[in-house]
Structure formats: structure tokens, C-alpha cells
């Protein structure tokens, strides 16, 4: 059994933050965690010090288009590996592969891509940079409203249709994590229940929901809400639409693309305050240009491009963006968010929605070796997947 013991300035686990730090890795699994006084070293370890570093758990992303010049519903080996490769320089060790609306033999084409790579996904080899893990399939759309459609394309919007979700799910092989609708949409709540039976998680996005309706949704078992606040009905003091059922409702998270361009400041700390202790999931909504230069790039089957690392189509709609989640994490430092809450946001909080808290977000014993080193300005020194990357 070979071990890996890492030590660190400090380290936040579930407990809390310790200082003086220890974590044990054995057999790509957290064997250990706690101040080094406390943990148990094994004497033939490989020892690593990370000298005024701090250690936190890998990130866990529900919501990610693509990375590294590539889309996830081109779907080969080749693309998921470098969009995987490119997640974990911005600490994303985990991820849900996000599609967007499309045709329907392409979005099954891609799920099944996507499944089929998520399933022999392995730990790269000794040298090889590390990747984040696919966790499975995001499905954004295609059962969205063509009002709040943002940059979906219009002419594959589908009326929810128990049928084509069943053969969505069949081309995903039982990785279907998440499903993005509009719980308005006529049979949307029968959809709803057939998801929840699956055990899927349900998120109401790119919807004109009321109020009223958003609530009948909860009710059934939406439980989640996609990037709040953008492709939503607006909140007025006359008509709270879905946002005040995702602002209301204790239960219903909510996700939160921190770039500081999707959703100005003032809004997130209103998000916040009224979605405490585990309500708000931070997200990238990445594209194929998250770690590239300005320039163009495909989401789904069009184009978009990037200035200034703001990712447009050719409307000039926001379409997804290049936001990595260490970049996510300083921007809530800044917005006055406690270190440790933020860093529960890109951790805990997201595992938690997918019902993996048990292996992921957090450095206990028995949990993934995923984990990022960041020095004291929170830049990334180190990112660790299931223990790969401290070669």
C-alpha cells in the first residue's frame, strides 16, 4: 500500500480549520486528516511540505460546458480528457458534463459519448497531469423555455416528453445526474417525477415560471436551480416569479456563476443572505474557452467568442463563460464571504446536491484523494485527483 503524506501551514476539514497540518493519501483515498500532531504517519510515506500553504478539498463543479478549447458534447476520449485536464489547473477535481439543447440523436450521441468515457475514466498515468473526474451528465435543455432560452438554440427547445427523456437517459447509461427544465412547460411536472423516481436531480432553469408554478415544481421534487438569477423570470414586488421560490425555499439550492459579469455584487450578497449554510453552490458554466485566449470557440453545435474573457455568441448574448473556480473562490474572499464558507460553496455544498458527500468535498478519512495546495494569496500550487498529481 503506498502512501503520501502531505503537510501544510493549514488545512480546513469538516471539523474545521487546523493549523500545522497533515494528510495521509493511501491507495488514492484520504487515509488521515489533522493537525500533524494528531495523525498517525506512516514511516515508509512519501513526505511533501507546502510551506505557508493551505490545503482544501478538490472542487466539485455541477455545471461545466467544456475547458481547454473543447466542448463536452464533442465526446470523444480525446476532448473529455483535455477538457478534464484543464478543469483541475483551476482546482476542479470533479464535474458534471453539461450538454446543451440540441437536435436529439446529437444530445443522445453525446451522452452516450460522455458515459461511455466516464465509466473507463482512470487515474493518469505516473507523470501525467491530473484530471478531474466526470461524475456523469448535466442536461441542460432541451426542455426549456424559448422565452428565457439565453443562447439555446430555438429550434431544438422540446416540449417535455416523457418518451425523449427516457431515450436521453438510455444514451447516458445510468450517468444522468442533473436535469435542467422549465418546470411551466406543459407536462414538465410529470417529468419531474419520472426524474425524481430515477433519483435525478431536478433544476428549474431557462424558465418563465410564476411563482405559483416553481412551487408546484418544488413540491414534486425540483430541488435545484440553474445559474440564479440569469435566463429567469425577473423578480418585481408584484410577481416573484421562480426567484422567490428559489429565494424562499430552504431546501432548493441555488448556483451562482461568481465572475462577477453574469450576476453584479450586489445580487450575490443578496443570494446569500437569503440562501445561508449550504444554499448557494458556486459554478463555472465554463465553455471550451475556460484557460484559452480571447478568440472564437464552439458551445454545443455553434460559435462563440471571447473578448477580454467574456464568452459571447454572435447576438452578443452571454454564453456560458471562461470562469475557473479558484477565480470563483477569490471573488468571494473579496465580496467579504469567510474563507471557509466560500470554499464549502465549490466543495461540500456541491457533493452534497449530487448525494456524494460521502467521497467528495471534504478531507476525511475514506474521501477521495482529491484536493488543492494554494499559497497565502489563494493561487493554486498544487492540484491533486484521487492522488495523481503528486508526482
Request: aromatic fraction near 4%.
Amino acid at each position: 500500500m503506498s502512501s503520501l503524506a502531505l503537510f501544510a501551514d493549514r488545512a480546513f476539514l469538516p471539523r474545521g480549520e487546523v493549523h500545522d497540518a497533515a494528510i495521509v493519501i493511501q491507495d488514492d483515498l484520504i487515509a488521515s486528516a489533522g493537525p500533524r500532531r494528531e495523525v498517525n504517519v506512516p514511516h515508509d510515506a512519501k513526505r511533501m511540505q507546502f510551506a505557508g500553504g493551505t490545503i482544501v478539498p478538490g472542487f466539485v463543479d455541477l455545471h461545466v460546458h467544456g475547458a481547454g478549447g473543447h466542448d463536452v458534447m464533442e465526446a470523444t476520449p480525446e476532448a473529455l480528457s483535455a477538457i478534464a485536464t484543464a478543469l483541475a489547473c483551476g482546482g476542479t477535481t470533479s464535474f458534471v458534463a453539461t450538454t446543451v439543447t440540441s437536435a436529439p440523436d446529437v444530445l443522445c450521441g453525446s451522452a452516450a459519448g460522455i458515459a461511455g468515457y466516464a465509466r473507463l475514466q482512470a487515474r493518469p498515468a505516473a507523470g501525467s497531469p491530473p484530471r478531474a473526474e466526470i461524475l456523469g451528465v448535466h442536461f441542460e435543455g432541451p426542455f426549456i423555455s424559448r422565452e428565457r432560452r439565453g443562447v439555446h438554440p430555438e429550434q431544438w427547445i422540446a416540449a417535455p416528453s416523457l418518451p425523449l427523456f427516457a431515450l436521453m437517459c438510455a444514451a447516458a447509461a445510468g450517468t444522468t445526474r442533473i436535469l435542467t427544465l422549465a418546470p411551466e412547460a406543459p407536462g414538465a411536472i410529470e417529468l419531474i417525477d419520472a426524474a425524481r423516481k430515477a433519483e435525478i436531480v431536478v433544476s428549474m432553469g431557462h424558465t418563465d415560471a410564476t411563482y405559483e408554478q416553481a412551487m408546484v415544481a418544488v413540491d414534486h421534487g425540483a430541488s435545484h436551480a440553474a445559474h440564479v438569477f440569469n435566463a429567469m423570470r425577473p423578480f418585481s414586488h408584484r410577481d416573484s416569479g421562480v426567484l422567490g421560490a428559489v429565494l424562499t425555499c430552504e431546501h432548493v439550492t441555488a448556483e451562482l456563476i461568481a465572475d462577477g459579469i453574469h450576476v453584479e455584487p450586489v445580487a450575490m450578497q443578496l443570494l446569500l443572505k437569503a440562501k445561508p449554510n449550504g444554499g448557494v453552490v458556486l459554478v463555472s458554466d465554463g465553455t471550451a474557452a475556460t484557460g484559452m485566449p480571447d478568440g472564437g470557440y464552439r458551445l454545443g453545435d455553434f460559435d462563440v467568442q471571447v473578448k477580454g474573457g467574456v464568452v459571447r455568441n454572435t447576438d452578443g448574448k452571454l454564453a456560458g463563460s471562461a470562469l475557473t473556480l479558484d477565480r470563483a473562490l477569490r471573488n468571494m474572499v473579496e465580496l467579504g464571504v469567510p474563507l471557509d464558507e466560500a470554499i464549502r460553496m465549490l466543495t461540500v455544498y456541491p457533493a452534497r446536491v449530487l448525494g456524494i458527500e460521502n467521497r467528495k468535498g471534504a478531507l476525511a478519512p475514506g474521501s477521495d484523494a482529491d484536493l488543492v495546495v494554494f499559497d497565502e494569496k489563494l493561487n493554486i500550487l498544487r492540484t491533486v485527483t484521487k492522488g495523481a498529481g503528486l508526482n
